[in-house]
């Protein structure tokens, strides 16, 4: 079965930027667009990218346009989402999602 594990998250204060990480443990995960969400406390869990299978960034969310950007590596089954001038409104856990398969998510906490 396809497993998809996150990484990068952490804490950071306003301004501040982080990289995650989506590793998918089979190759096929190169035919399939592989999306990031997130889902802040007490609200539904958004979609915040989705990346094709060439790599192309079909979508991003209005909010963070500008400031994030998501990319993949299919040799290396990874994905990525590099966040930056992160803001406390970006305080989420962050779920990496291809085909029917979920991450277990990444906290990323921007505060003060």
């Known amino acids: 079965q396809m497993q998809l594990v996150e990484s990068g998250g952490g804490s950071v204060q306003p301004g501040g930027s982080l990289r995650l990480s989506c590793i998918a443990s089979?190759?096929?995960?190169?035919?399939?667009?592989m999306r990031w969400y997130r889902q802040a406390p007490g609200k539904e869990r958004e979609l915040v990218t989705l990346?094709?299978?060439?790599?192309?960034?079909?979508y991003l969310e209005d909010s963070v346009k500008g400031r994030f950007t998501g990319s993949r590596d299919n040799a290396k089954r990874t994905m990525y989402l590099q966040m930056n001038n992160l803001q406390p409104e970006d305080t989420a856990v962050y779920y990496c999602?291809?085909?029917?398969?979920w991450g277990k998510g990444t906290l990323v906490t921007v505060s003060s």
């Open positions: 990346i094709t299978s060439d790599g192309d960034m079909a």
């Open positions: 089979e190759s096929r995960i190169r035919y399939y667009p």
């Open positions: 999602n291809a085909m029917e398969y």
